[in-house]
């Protein structure tokens, strides 16, 4: 078990375990549940089975019971996502948690796992993770104040600082291991196309080779700085008045939007949304980017704004929308009554302008690749390849005149002798 502070590395221990492991010659399996895992639109099922396609609806219901979701009215045909059951924090964690459990991992990484569960549930789910995989390895973190919730014999290991860069493979153990693709992203809390073109890099970076040596920052964008701070507007109303049209073809227009966003998986339904200065919202993203969890909560901040009327110039609101994804309370309301990172927010902003940046979403890779808007899946797995070749190209080292073979044919250097 390892317990930390935030921003002590605990995350980025479990993602080099996941590396190391990956890269070793284990043949065994391993699953990394980070703690902003996903649960799709669809249904219970369909969540499940992204584990085991096989599962029956007694393997489900099962499922269900170790992680007392049946116990909050959860089945297997219960919807999720847009349209269906909004499933609190606690009750998400619970679900990945069941789908890892289904996957009979060899080695189980839990990121947090019961941040945002009652203690009774939170022990009672854990015994059962234990009870069901005991074959299973299982290495957890969590917050000091979650030591209670292990119902069993456990070693615990306390980071109070990041752990040292890992050295690179075939390479000195002093050689720092410094990100070797960076990606920075200008988005706005209010940008659907933000939302919806985030969730397209992480589809592409799931099938990137090279994915764990890929650091992602998130960059501040006001799509509307003149907007009044805590003051909101229905946002049909507003971007009729904004646009000149009427908030029946605003809401049409949504409509098309909502389809793009749920055929990747993200809820969508702006009913209930608003449109307000988010600013302090931008503020608290740079605050969670010091624990490594700022696309974390902009992705927590998205989908309230997007699917569930979050009101982002609420500071009540954005309060607890940062605690559900670990950040102290005390602290966020601290830096929403002061001014705190305010000058971070206008640094991404000048360096935007002095880029050229007049929309989002923008991706800058390596601060010289850029892509523009929410491209399709398959561009930014193009453009993450074309990247990574053109800046960690393969050298050929000797000479050219070496014995080779062909597709027909083997020769010798020097001589015209082939063997077919």
Known sequence: MLTGPSGAGKTTLLRR???EHAAGASDGRVVLVPHNDQVLTGTVADNLRLADPDLDDDAMRHLLDLVRLDRAGIAPETPTGTGGRELSGGEQRR?????AIAARPDL????????GVDP???????????TELPATALVLTLHESQREAVPFDAAWVRLDSPPSPAPRRNSSASEALVPDMKIEIWSDVACPFCYIGERHLDLAL????HRDDVEIVPRSFELDPSATPGEHTPMAEALAAKFGTTPAQVEAMQRGIGEKAQAVGLEFDTRKSSTTNTFDAHRLVHLAEQSGRGREL???LMTGYFAHGLRAGDRDELVRVATEVGLDE????DVLAGEEFADDVRADEAKARATGITGVPFFLIDGKYAVSGAQPVEAFRSALDEVWAKEHPVQVLGGDDAAVCTDDSCALPGTSTTQA
């Open 298 to 300: 902009m992705h927590a």
């Open 120 to 130: 009774p549930t939170a022990q009672a789910v854990l015994a059962a993770v234990r």
């Open 108 to 115: 189980l990484l839990l990121d947090e796992p019961v941040t």
């Open 95 to 99: 679900l990945t948690l069941a789908r």
């Open 17 to 19: 375990l996941r590396s």
């Open 330 to 333: 005390s602290r966020v309301r």
């Open 206 to 209: 799931e099938g990137f080779a």
